[in-house]
RNA sequence: GGGGCUGUAGUAGAGUCGGUUACAACGCCGGCCUGUCACGCCGGAGGUCGCGGGUUCGAGUCCCGUCAGCCCCGCCA
């Protein structure tokens, strides 16, 4: 028997959440999901849920029985219409929780638009359902509020983003998903040619040659809310497929690009969550960022800034100390305010924690409260010694010194994270605060031993700060980049850069990365024969897109804020994708397995 | 490629030292209930303990392997 009702002629009237006291006495149409069916023998209530919000249903069997009679059959997620009557709801039956709690729909005629089998697990933000079921049902776990939530800010932010770039001059303009593969950067996913047997396409890791391609054809100012892929490991804020705002301005400097997307940032801040940011934003460069806090994505929102001592201890009595400094590392210094009652334990942990980055040991001094050190190490310290290392630390009674000997990249990065571990677990770091940094300067290559060449730490076609350009032929790996990046509570949010436009020093720096004259022009010839053509001084910068509403909703994977995300083996347990292809398909793609799976 | 955590009705959990028929909750089904709102009361159904192997008289429990999900390192210009 087919119970569900046509939805005939009937138009909506309201969302849910929508209905008021303004609303009293008069008839609306309501269309969504029961969330709720609470049946009293008599009375029925339904809680009627759509994107909006919610809206109580009260059906009566003596003012309509008809629609109380079809109101019995109704269950969870089916999907209803009804018409009736706003209604306040009676004295003390009012309910504060909801936010259309003071009335009630009392309805007249109820239309079954379709029913449903009872979901895996209810649509409720505090149902705590695993993630491989709500992946797999992703359908009905968009439906919980929470997840709702995130998808309509996204959009938000998204019109946000495209009403300030409009404003701005920004053109958007569509390039290429289906393009060519380039060397450097993150592995490639590739797309065989059926119209050319054995060649492949490779899908974009972002559109960058295209953006200024554009400059050099006179558009000025471009951007893109695009699609980006790169077939790298997956990570709580990390997708192979991810969303770049991609932006691009002829004829700026750094300042230029940073003034007009701070703009951007805090626009969205106050659409998106009311907040006024304060700008111009800070800076620093990378060299002091590494510096203070070990890491190019600082988080601001507390200090713990780490203490290079390398030169207080290079001829100390420590050996461990002092070798390292001899042997050109450095040994930094973290002091954790008041931490000296750490257990054994959560020293241990600590020590544990820095291991993952590399890190051999974890030196530390517990300060008592007479100042003087209790320390496994203190005995290889003369008084000055230790007078000058808690001075350089702003040592007090009650601290807790960690120390780190290792090499430059080993202990800036080991400390660094320290530092973060340590800011959450003291509670150092509140999630509704905001501090941006841009961090500048960077360096422009970076030599890779291992392949014995240099690397563009940024990407190849940045171009170099104007007074380290001679740097290129003397010490490439002293020059630094016009590049910059924004960086929110210890997350890279965006970062770009001033492009080369000359095409001579884009040549040189495809000869210091040890791209050949003939591999250039094979791989980039179009871009270096459209440097010749009267390439304008641009520049420009991405933002993910994706890492930026997980800041916004406080969201701690990236997958709350994708509608149909990946899992970390990058498969979609909704679709089963990636899947299997008929033998026919990868002839015509003159394709052969290697491998058969399953 | 590597390290770690998790896996028991639809869901999320408990399950002691290896020992009778694997528990109670939410959800689901049936009944009752005219002001509830994560309604209430009564009753009921529902299990490949991820999968495979081993140890044992006996395995949800111990061992080995494997699969899946998650977190991290490497990787991500």
Request: aromatic share 10%.
């Given at each position: 028997m087919n119970l569900t009702d046509i939805l005939g002629d009937w138009k909506r009237s309201?969302?849910?959440?929508?209905?008021?006291?303004?609303?009293?006495g008069r008839e609306v149409c309501l269309m969504g999901w029961v969330q709720r069916r609470r049946d009293h023998g008599g009375l029925i209530f339904i809680d009627l849920r759509d994107r909006d919000g919610i809206a109580q249903l009260a059906l009566d069997p003596d003012r309509d029985p008809d629609a109380h009679g079809k109101a019995e059959r109704v269950r969870g997620e089916f999907v209803v219409a009804v018409k009736g009557i706003v209604s306040a709801r009676p004295e003390?039956?009012?309910?504060?929780?909801?936010?259309?709690?003071e009335v009630e729909v009392e309805v007249r005629e109820l239309r079954v638009l379709n029913s449903a089998q009872t979901?895996?697990?209810?649509?409720?933000?505090y149902a705590d359902v695993a993630e491989n079921v709500r992946l797999k049902y992703r359908y009905l776990d968009l439906r919980r509020p929470s997840l709702q939530g995130n998808i309509l800010l996204r959009h938000r932010v998204s019109q946000t983003v495209r009403n300030y770039l409009n404003d701005h001059g920004f053109i958007d303009i569509e390039t290429p998903i289906l393009t060519k593969s380039t060397p450097e950067g993150a592995r490639d996913y590739l797309v065989p040619s059926r119209v050319n047997p054995g060649t492949f396409y490779a899908l974009p890791q972002s559109p960058q040659l295209f953006k200024q391609l554009l400059m050099v054809s006179g558009f000025d100012r471009y951007y893109q809310i695009v699609k980006c892929f790169r077939d790298e490991d997956l990570r709580?804020?990390?997708?192979?497929e991810f969303t770049q705002i991609d932006c691009e301005m002829s004829f700026v400097d750094r300042q230029d690009i940073m003034d007009i997307m701070e703009g951007m940032i805090a626009k969205v801040f106050r659409d998106a969550l009311g907040i006024e940011l304060t700008l111009p934003m800070s800076r620093l460069t990378y060299a002091e960022a590494m510096a203070r806090?070990?890491?190019?994505?600082?988080?601001?929102?507390?200090g713990l800034e780490l203490v290079e001592i390398s030169a207080l201890v290079?001829?100390?009595?420590?050996k461990v100390f002092a070798d390292v400094v001899a042997g050109g590392g450095i040994v930094k210094l973290l002091n954790a305010k008041g931490?000296?009652?750490?257990s054994r334990k959560e020293l241990d942990d600590l020590t544990e924690f820095v291991k993952i980055y590399g890190a051999k040991g974890l030196a530390y001094v517990k300060v008592q409260a007479d100042g003087s050190w209790q320390s496994p190490?203190?005995?290889?310290?003369t008084t000055e010694e230790m007078d000058r290392i808690g001075s350089a630390a702003g040592l007090e009674p009650g601290d807790l010194l960690l120390f780190m000997a290792d090499t430059w990249k080993v202990t800036n990065e080991s400390l660094g994270r320290l530092r973060n571990l340590l800011g959450q677990k003291l509670g150092?770091?509140?999630?509704?605060d905001y501090r941006f940094v841009w961090i500048t300067d960077f360096p422009l290559l970076e030599w890779d031993g291992e392949t014995r060449r240099h690397v563009a730490v940024?990407?190849?076609?940045t171009a170099p700060l104007d007074e380290d350009?001679?740097?290129?032929?003397?010490?490439?790996?002293k020059a630094r980049a016009k590049a910059y990046d924004l960086v929110l509570n210890g997350s890279e949010i965006g970062g770009g850069s001033i492009r080369i436009h000359d095409r001579d020093v884009q040549n040189k720096m495809f000869s210091l990365m040890g791209i050949g004259a003939e591999e250039a022009e094979e791989k980039f010839g179009f871009l270096l024969n459209a440097l010749a053509y009267g390439a304008p001084p641009h520049g420009g910068i991405a933002f993910g897109l994706d890492r930026l509403i997980m800041l916004l909703t406080g969201s701690d994977s990236i997958r709350d804020v994708i509608a149909f995300p990946k899992t970390?083996?990058?498969?979609?347990?909704?679709?089963?994708?990636p899947g299997e292809v008929d033998d026919l398909q990868l002839r015509e793609l003159s394709i052969r397995r290697a491998i058969r799976s399953k």
């Open positions: 309201h969302y849910c959440g929508r209905i008021s006291t303004a609303d009293i003390g039956t009012v309910n504060p929780k909801m936010a259309t709690g979901p895996p697990f209810m649509i409720e933000d709580a804020d990390r997708q192979p806090f070990g890491v190019d994505n600082p988080d601001l929102r507390f290079k001829d100390c009595g420590f931490c000296a009652g750490f190490i203190a005995k290889f310290f150092l770091a509140r999630k509704d940024h990407h190849p076609f350009l001679p740097l290129l032929a003397t010490e490439p790996g970390q083996k990058a498969t979609c347990l909704m679709s089963e994708a």
